[in-house]
Nanobody, 126 residues
């Protein structure tokens, strides 16, 4: 059974940075994607970024492009989301998810992810 655990959220001032982590266990497929989504109160869960394996390509939403970097540490089975120049509108609960046999057109599709972590809260405020 796949398990995902996020960490790294917190309270940060506007313009600050955070690095979110998502550790996956029980993952055996060689074709999958790890995605970051976020959900603010009263809003839908929205796509932030994804890392596709084995192509090792990364994809970002327009809202974070240029401010976010997603990376992976194979030895730790962990993906990271580095967020810079944070804005108050980045405040949300950030989730990581796993999608099997992904194609580019489905990476931002929430319903194509079959496993999710519990989320980590990011609050950007002065």
């Amino acid at each position: 059974q796949v398990r995902l655990v996020e960490s790294g959220g917190g309270l940060v001032q506007p313009g600050g940075s955070l690095r979110l982590s998502c550790t996956i266990s029980g993952q055996t497929s060689n074709s999958y994607a790890m995605g970051w989504f976020r959900q603010a109160p009263g809003k839908e869960r929205e796509f932030v970024a994804a890392f596709r394996w084995p192509t090792r390509q990364t994809y970002y939403s327009d809202s974070v492009k240029g401010r976010a970097t997603m990376s992976r540490d194979n030895a730790k089975n962990t993906v990271y989301l580095q967020l810079n120049s944070l804005k108050p509108e980045d405040s949300a609960l950030y989730y990581c998810g796993r999608q099997l046999n992904p194609i580019v057109s489905t990476l931002a599709t929430r319903d194509r992810y079959d496993s999710w972590g519990q989320g980590t809260q990011v609050t950007v405020s002065s």
